[in-house]
């Protein structure tokens, strides 16, 4: 049962910091204008999409200290 517990903790850490670092990323392509890959590339029009394009592709990492 404490193995589920933790199980199930890491998932919604895991799941927050995509919400997080996905929500970040967006707003620095709005700001910025900065993509990473050639924006005929993207399939999504909002910048939302784009950045969890770039989670899917690789482009950004998400890593648990």
């Known amino acids: 049962s404490t193995l589920l ?3 199930a903790a890491s998932d919604v850490y895991k ?3 995509l919400v997080y670092v996905v ?3 967006a707003k620095q392509m709005t700001k910025t ?3 990473q890959m050639p924006i005929k ?3 999504c029009q909002k910048n939302i999409g784009r950045a969890l394009e770039e989670v899917y592709e690789g482009l950004i990492h998400i890593e648990k200290h």
Request: hydrophobic content about 15%; aromatic content about 20%.
């Open 33 to 35: 204008g900065y993509y």
């Open 5 to 7: 517990a933790s199980s």
């Open 23 to 25: 929500s970040d990323r």
């Open 15 to 17: 799941r927050q910091a």
């Open 41 to 43: 590339d993207y399939k």
